[in-house]
């Protein structure tokens, strides 16, 4: 069973940053991925990026790279989501989300945090 908990949503102006965190209660966390999505008011909810715990491995929707970094601490074991140069299009709700390394859906979410871009 894995547990994740996101914290760091706000209110920012747009080129502001902020770094969400998303803390995870995972017992073997090397076998698995971490992944960061966003819904916006009225569309689906889409990939921003993911990393691989154990190699550290990472990638990025288009719309975010350049501008948002995700890393993890093994000491702290939680993820984190550096995003620089905020736009007003980034405004969403955040969700952290976990899969065994093999798979391809996500089995476990938070419960998002809200990241709002004022311009």
């Known amino acids: 069973q894995v547990q994740l908990v996101e914290f760091g949503g706000g209110l920012v102006q747009a080129g502001d940053s902020l770094r969400l965190s998303c803390a995870a209660s995972v017992r073997t966390r090397s076998s698995y991925i971490v992944g960061w999505f966003r819904q916006a008011p009225g569309k689906a909810r889409g990939f921003v990026a993911h990393?691989?715990?154990?190699?550290?491995?990472?990638s990025y929707a288009d719309s975010v790279k350049g501008r948002f970094t995700i890393s993890r601490d093994n000491a702290k074991n939680t993820v984190y989501l550096q995003m620089n140069s905020l736009k007003p299009g980034d405004t969403a709700v955040y969700y952290c989300?976990?899969?065994?390394?093999?798979?391809?859906?996500?089995?476990?979410w938070g419960q998002g945090t809200q990241v709002t871009v004022s311009s």
């Open positions: 989300a976990a899969r065994l390394t093999g798979q391809v859906s996500y089995s476990y």
């Open positions: 990393i691989s715990w154990s190699a550290g491995t990472t």
